[in-house]
């Protein structure tokens, strides 16, 4: 692609159709990363976060059913029992209700492996627990004290305990798995902030460069400032074609360049047509004067034409008066001519009487 052969619109179109490309471009990618960091945050909220609440409110729940159970098998009054055995049936089914939901949101193939085993491993201790746990209440609503602190010393508090860790260690997972997104959401903001950066230092190079350029080629195709250009133009066309000061620098086949040589080319157009002009007035007086000396002699030659005329008159006079005697003579001549001829015969007849 020759840029010199471009025209102005051309040049126009490339650059700032390069520069919407560019700006494009970028705007593409900041949505592109503003969505992929949505998506990504809605699946850490919706996902990992969930998780994470739903074994938080478990262990909760799994604690306030122990103190609940605890405290049935130590009050002695009926109605704090009956109060107590409902927050541990409450917080029973409540565990097993965000067990239930903790497990059907790891049952997806992008859940990692080591959540999937803490999960089942939190479901196995819960299913140990739930018996021992709905045999203390028994117990402790059928008075037998001494046999549920037994059973709350001898199995519920190791399995508690295993639960309780089972949940710790799945909320260190989370923290651990959560700052690694972190730090991959950080390392990933930094690159696209820097490739924006990158995009747009680029645009914004691509811009001064192009203007640079445009700013170049406008003004050595045109050769100085547009006003100048209409203000000579303008003398020009109001007849004035003297010299172009302006003109002296113009870089060849620029406007101000062209409009030098169409001024040059006016002044010898128009000395050739004063010259001609001199010359037609020139040959117009002498045509004028050519033509009184005609006028003269034609006057002359018809004063000569006049006598020649009269001559001719007195000269065709002459021959006619000439013709006449001629005639006059040949008819002397024929009666001599018959007299001779008389004479002759007379001569004749004498002869012959001789």
Same mark, same amino acid.
């Given at each position: 692609?020759?840029?010199?052969?471009?025209?102005?619109?051309?040049?126009?179109?490339?650059?700032?159709?390069?520069? *919407?490309? =560019?700006?494009?471009?970028?705007?593409?990618? &900041?949505? !592109? %990363?503003?969505?992929?960091?949505? $998506?990504?945050? /809605? +699946?850490?909220?919706?996902?990992?976060?969930?998780?994470?609440?739903?074994?938080?409110?478990?262990?909760?729940?799994?604690?306030?059913?122990?103190?609940?159970?605890?405290?049935?098998?130590?009050?002695?009054?009926?109605?704090?029992?009956?109060?107590?055995?409902?927050?541990?049936?409450?917080?029973?089914?409540?565990?097993? *209700?965000? =067990?239930?939901?903790?497990?059907?949101?790891? &049952?997806? !193939? %992008?859940?990692?492996?080591?959540? $999937?085993?803490? /999960? +089942?491993?939190?479901?196995?201790?819960?299913?140990?627990?739930?018996?021992?746990?709905?045999?203390?209440?028994?117990?402790?609503?059928?008075?037998?004290?001494?046999?549920?602190?037994?059973?709350?010393?001898?199995?519920?508090?190791?399995?508690?305990?295993?639960?309780?860790?089972?949940?710790?260690?799945?909320?260190?997972?989370?923290?651990?798995?959560?700052?690694?997104?972190?730090?991959?959401?950080?390392?990933?903001?930094?690159?696209?902030?820097?490739?924006?950066?990158?995009?747009?230092?680029?645009?914004?190079?691509?811009?001064?460069?192009?203007?640079?350029?445009?700013?170049?080629?406008?003004?050595?195709?045109?050769?100085?400032?547009?006003?100048?250009?209409?203000?000579?133009?303008?003398?020009?066309?109001?007849?004035?074609?003297?010299?172009?000061?302006?003109?002296?620098?113009?870089?060849?086949?620029?406007?101000?360049?062209?409009?030098?040589?169409?001024?040059?080319?006016?002044?010898?157009?128009?000395?050739?047509?004063?010259?001609?002009?001199?010359?037609?007035?020139?040959?117009?007086?002498?045509?004028?004067?050519?033509?009184?000396?005609?006028?003269?002699?034609?006057?002359?030659?018809?004063?000569?034409?006049?006598?020649?005329?009269?001559?001719?008159?007195?000269?065709?006079?002459?021959?006619?008066?000439?013709?006449?005697?001629?005639?006059?003579?040949?008819?002397?001549?024929?009666?001599?001519?018959?007299?001779?001829?008389?004479?002759?015969?007379?001569?004749?007849?004498?002869?012959?009487?001789?």
């Amino acid at each position: 692609m020759n840029l010199k052969n471009m025209t102005v619109r051309a040049k126009l179109a490339l650059a700032f159709g390069g520069l *919407a490309l =560019l700006v494009l471009a970028a705007s593409g990618m &900041a949505i !592109n %990363d503003l969505n992929n960091a949505n $998506k990504e945050f /809605v +699946s850490y909220v919706s996902g990992i976060d969930t998780r994470a609440h739903l074994v938080e409110q478990i262990h909760i729940a799994v604690g306030e059913r122990a103190v609940a159970v605890r405290n049935m098998v130590l009050t002695t009054n009926p109605a704090a029992l009956e109060s107590e055995k409902a927050t541990a049936v409450k917080s029973h089914e409540l565990v097993h *209700a965000n =067990l239930a939901k903790l497990k059907e949101m790891i &049952a997806s !193939n %992008d859940i990692p492996d080591n959540i $999937k085993a803490m /999960v +089942s491993d939190i479901d196995k201790i819960e299913q140990t627990y739930t018996p021992v746990a709905l045999a203390i209440v028994d117990l402790a609503a059928n008075n037998k004290r001494e046999e549920a602190i037994n059973k709350i010393n001898n199995e519920c508090i190791p399995l508690l305990h295993a639960l309780s860790a089972k949940a710790n260690v799945y909320a260190e997972a989370t923290a651990a798995r959560s700052q690694a997104i972190l730090s991959m959401a950080q390392a990933r903001y930094e690159n696209q902030r820097n490739t924006l950066i990158i995009v747009c230092a680029l645009a914004l190079l691509g811009a001064v460069i192009a203007g640079a350029l445009i700013t170049i080629n406008l003004s050595k195709a045109l050769g100085s400032e547009p006003s100048t250009l209409g203000e000579i133009a303008q003398r020009v066309a109001q007849g004035d074609l003297s010299s172009m000061e302006a003109s002296t620098s113009a870089p060849a086949g620029s406007v101000l360049a062209s409009l030098k040589i169409m001024q040059q080319n006016l002044v010898e157009i128009v000395s050739k047509v004063r010259q001609a002009s001199n010359s037609i007035a020139t040959g117009a007086t002498e045509i004028s004067t050519g033509n009184l000396d005609l006028s003269s002699r034609t006057e002359q030659q018809a004063g000569s034409l006049e006598e020649t005329a009269a001559a001719m008159e007195e000269l065709t006079s002459t021959v006619k008066q000439n013709a006449e005697n001629a005639n006059q003579a040949s008819q002397l001549a024929t009666s001599a001519s018959q007299v001779a001829s008389e004479g002759g015969n007379v001569v004749n007849q004498v002869i012959t009487t001789m």
